[in-house]
């Protein structure tokens, strides 16, 4: 009987890894072996042939979209040296996601230099400012990022005038093409239209699949005034900034006090910003200038007759912010505006505000009207009358101002419609109002793609709104009695989606025709939801009981929960942040970010002195409080800059939770968070997990966070146990 | 230029994230690190993840570069560490959804039609820990430093890769 070797001898000696003790005895056992020489070879064959195979193509599309994400600021930590092997659950997560870091940062600049340079391109205009209905010569040197492309797009959004703050629908246009005159270079023309004042630009190339938008800083052109930009350019300059960042827009407000001091609006201006970035009293040496500018305009402007409108407005804005709104100038000035310029937009603010009268709702209408054929149509009066109508639910005024106000402000249709949708007496009116929502998705989907977007970026918001509106259609028509169109509106409306609101509409329709099963189903997907209050969650769950036994109900939770995680899952991100970022507490004391930050789960709440947001934080914490007890801590973030004057805290905060600031900014540029009211869900590591979350999304982040951390994971071996 | 000096400058003008430098480095190496990725994952989707994660952190990363070796060889030990830190991070993330939802089906390898079937398609069906120990072995490692990259003993490493084999011959009639 012949002996033969173990198989994983035979393999260790066809690749050389057989000790020298046992390779002389495979020689001569293969030397008289035929079978096992014919095994030695299949297996040098077989790694040759593998060594042998062709290099594998990466997709083409690939390097474009690495190129893209590198141009934002996106990197990626690699593991340069070998991991450990086995992980505990705390640094579990630590392998879970590589590491991406958007790093975004504002690049300084001399106001009237139109190019702005970002670190690796940049866009020169022939003309340094902006030159309305005119061709301009324009060369883009570009980076590998288009090196497959022979023709771009220069894409604009300009400003008007008349255009108002924030960048709700603006006003898109492809400005100009550029053809590829050499290696990364690219030039053409640009023309943007008579009216613009105020442009902001990004390149892309032609299907709009990639794009170029200067860290999403873009690149912006001014209209002049001579040797500087014009008054309106930096008026719609601070516009355009809204919600994007207020240090922007409140740097353009310091230079509009330095180029048109005598321009009323531009102190107006500035002490508004300063009245929102700093509290009472810590510009009180700032007051003095002020109020001599004041004073000093004031003597000027008061005795003359037919002052333009836009001195009326600014006298009374200035006067206002400095000295409060009832204060004696401040009636002078208002008084003078709504008598001299009744039309303009401030005085319309104001005569709005005169007329109001809950009293007695229908002489407020009638006084609305009154103001609408006065001064003749203007938004604020549309808004306001509808928004009485909706409070004192009055249908025919709610039906008559919708359509005013939707054609002053063709942005807000959606939500119009589906208000309009939920009230029985404009029902109708609501419905026909969501399908033409609807078919606007589909028309001229690019004029409303917001600049530095790509065209799937677009294409996915498009979807969700889609999804929103089939919801609230689905919805009304079950409410109509439609059984069949609204239960098809709301499963076309849940599909890829977690949507609380529609899950529970679809639960009863699901339920009205006889589908107990998938009833029970998707009311499982609402009790499940944190954000559904304890009583409707119990409620709920005695309802479903009744459809479905005790295990399948069981059964349903548990991949109702699975769904909502993976959904979450879905928009998770990794953010770092380093360890040494300077946080300080409003007492001025300097405070370990890491310290507060690490051993729980996290929601970092943005919080402003003025406005909602801090009502917004405090009502989280709340709910997260309730939730999930001491499971999850909550962390403000002042967003106040302190003060120029003393360098003092902004303000001083009363919280039921720890309240921080970061003067040097380092939390803005990681966090790539300029200002809007956001939350920030951090793991028990202090990794940031969720960025720039909905005050409903925190709750689902923050319950699939401890779900995750739950596990107990410890990350296997990585080779797993040895296979069977 | 000489081809070390050659290297030097790329390296230089990559760690700057000049995107230049960044195309090129994915032109010489790009098919490379996709090939391994996708030996190793047994899917073309996570293969193209780990080729962008690679190319994304390759400008920090050649910090850590001395220029002892290759630079191809440093970016296919860089490579796998990254598949390895993948599936690490999926086999967590599966381990958690499984838990809550009895069987997933994650993204599973892209389903192909064959008239013939190659090496590297054969190794797409084997095992995950297999298919690693025989990439990592077509890729020049001994089991030594196999056994220490995964955390298993270097006999595991020579059993998973003795089992690839024979499976591959099966399928392959080899």
Known sequence: ?724 | MAEGQEQTELVRRARSRDQAAITRLYGLYGGTVFGIARRMLGSVEDAEDVVQDVFLGLPAALATFQGRGSLEGWVKKVTVRTVLMQQRKRRTFQKFLHKNVGAVSTRATVPRVLDHLTVDDAVTKLPESWRVVWTLKLEGYAHHEIARMLGITASASTMRFHRACKRLREVLDY
């Not at chain 1, 064959?45 to 690939?62: C, E, F, I, T």
């Open chain 1, 1 to 724: 009987m012949v002996f033969h070797p173990r198989g994983s001898r035979l393999t260790e000696y066809a690749v050389g890894e057989l000790s020298d003790q046992h390779t002389g005895r495979i020689k001569r056992h293969l030397a008289r072996c035929a079978r096992c020489r014919r095994t030695v070879s299949a297996v040098r064959k077989l790694l040759h042939d593998g060594a042998d195979q062709p290099d594998a193509v990466p997709p083409p599309a690939l390097l474009n979209r690495i190129l893209q994400a590198a141009e934002s600021g996106w990197d990626v930590i690699l593991p340069v040296a070998d991991p450990p092997v086995r992980l505990g659950s705390a640094r579990a997560f630590a392998w879970l996601t590589v590491v991406l870091v958007g790093v975004a940062s504002v690049v300084a600049t001399t106001l009237w230099v139109s190019e702005l340079r970002a670190d690796r391109s940049e866009l020169l205009f022939a003309e340094p400012h902006l030159l309305p209905g005119r061709e301009v010569a324009v060369t883009y040197r570009g980076t590998s990022l288009f090196h497959d492309e022979d023709r771009l797009v220069l894409r604009a959004r300009y400003r008007t005038v008349d255009d108002e703050p924030y960048n709700r629908a603006g006003r898109h246009v492809m400005a100009g093409e550029l053809r590829r005159v050499g290696r990364g270079a690219f030039e053409g023309t640009a023309r943007l239209p008579d009216e613009a004042v105020y442009a902001v630009f990004t390149v892309e190339d032609a299907a709009g699949r990639v794009v170029d938008s200067n860290r999403q800083t873009f690149w912006e052109l001014l209209l002049q005034e001579g040797k500087h930009p014009a008054f309106e350019a930096l008026l719609q300059r601070i516009n355009d900034h809204s919600g994007r960042s207020w240090q922007v827009a409140y740097e353009t407000t310091q230079l509009m006090t330095a180029l048109y001091p005598d321009n009323p609006n531009s102190w107006a201006h500035r002490v508004a910003f300063e009245r929102f970035v700093y509290p009472d009293g810590l510009t009180d040496s700032l007051q003095a200038v002020y109020r001599a500018r004041f004073d000093e305009l004031d003597r000027r402007w008061n005795p003359q007759e037919h002052l333009p409108a836009h001195v009326l407005a600014g006298m009374f804005s200035f006067a206002s912010t400095l000295e409060g709104r009832g204060s004696a100038h401040a009636e002078k000035w208002k008084r003078r505006l709504l008598k001299e310029a009744p039309r303009n937009a401030v005085a319309i603010g104001y005569a709005v505000l005169d007329v109001r009268n809950w009293e007695d709702p229908e002489q407020y209408f009638v006084d609305l009207d009154e103001l609408w054929a006065r001064v003749g149509p203007h938004r604020t009066i549309a808004m306001v009358a509808y928004l009485v109508a909706v409070r004192t639910e009055d249908y025919a005024q709610l039906i008559r101002w919708a359509d005013r106000f939707e054609a002053m402000d063709p942005f807000d249709g959606l939500q119009i419609a589906i208000r309009l949708s939920t009230f029985s007496a404009s029902r109708e009116s609501g419905i026909r109002r969501l399908r033409h929502q609807l078919r606007l998705l589909d028309e001229d989907a690019e004029a409303t793609r917001p600049l530095g977007r790509t065209v799937n970026w677009h294409r996915q918001q498009i979807d969700a709104r889609r999804r929103e509106i089939l919801s609230a259609l689905g919805q009304a028509l079950l409410m109509t009695g439609d059984q069949e169109a609204g239960l098809l509106a709301l499963e076309l409306a849940v599909q890829n989606t977690w949507n609380v609101l529609a899950f529970g509409a679809l639960a009863s329709a699901r339920l009205a025709v006889g589908d107990t099963l998938g009833a029970a189903d998707v009311t499982a997907a609402v009790v499940v939801d944190p954000t559904t209050p304890p009583a409707v969650r119990d409620s709920l769950t005695h309802v479903a009981l009744d459809l479905v036994d005790q295990p399948s109900w069981t059964a349903m939770l548990r991949a109702a929960r699975a769904s909502m995680y993976a959904h979450v899952l879905e928009s998770a991100v990794a953010i770092r942040v380093p360890s040494g970022v300077r946080v300080y507490d409003l007492r001025g004391q300097r405070r370990s970010w890491r310290d507060l930050v690490t051993g729980r789960v996290t929601v970092v709440g943005t919080v402003f002195r003025y406005g909602s947001a801090l009502g917004r934080v405090m009502r989280v914490h709340e709910a997260l409080t309730r939730a999930f007890g001491n499971q999850v801590q909550m962390i403000g973030l002042s967003a106040d800059a302190r003060s120029a004057v003393d360098g003092a805290s902004p303000f001083q905060l009363d919280a039921p939770f720890p309240v921080v600031e970061n003067p040097s900014g380092e939390l803005r540029e990681v966090l790539n968070w300029w200002g809007i009211p956001s939350f920030f869900v951090l793991d028990a590591t202090g990794v940031v997990r969720f960025a720039r979350s909905s005050d409903g999304d925190v709750l689902r982040q923050v319950a699939t966070l401890l779900a995750l951390e739950d596990q107990s994971i410890v990350a296997d071996n990585p080779a797993g146990a040895e296979q069977p």
